[in-house]
């Protein structure tokens, strides 16, 4: 089922990057419409993010680049097809300059094609009776 899904990583103090703490977040649908990384107040731009999928970094797209911010919310639409219909997100983060525990929340919108793309059932159809009129 296509839909919101949300966990909230838990980092601890002086977690290194090459070491970093990671929840893992399941989820279904066809497309990844929505990501919303959530920082409180208090993470100063120490606390770096990122998701994965399997050993590939997906956002931040730099790889070995991290989400960084204080009491804001990093939200941004990828429109990325999922591989399969249900895949497993890996959501990393690192704290190696704090002195506290900090936790980051995440939240990811799914929607299957049609809901996405609207314009693709068009587009399809049309292509469909292009073929059919041998045009």
């Known amino acids: 089922m296509a839909g919101p899904y949300e966990t909230s990583l838990t980092i601890p103090a002086l977690t290194p990057e090459d070491q970093p703490a990671s929840v893992e977040l399941e989820i279904e649908g066809?497309?990844?419409?929505?990501?919303e990384v959530d920082y409180p107040a208090g993470c100063h731009y120490l606390v770096g993010t990122a998701i994965y999928y399997g050993i590939r970094q997906l956002w931040p797209v730099e790889a070995g680049s991290w989400f960084r911010a204080n009491k804001y919310?990093?939200?941004f639409?990828?429109?990325w097809t999922m591989p399969e219909r249900i895949i497993t997100l890996i959501f990393k983060g690192c704290g190696p300059l704090t002195m506290f525990e900090h936790t980051i929340r995440l939240r990811v919108v799914t929607e299957d094609l049609p809901a996405?793309?609207?314009w693709m059932v068009q587009y399809n159809f049309t292509q469909l009776m292009r073929k059919l009129i041998g045009f």
């Open 77 to 79: 639409e990828p429109d």
């Open 73 to 75: 919310v990093i939200g």
């Open 116 to 118: 996405a793309r609207p």
């Open 30 to 35: 066809e497309v990844v419409v929505k990501v």
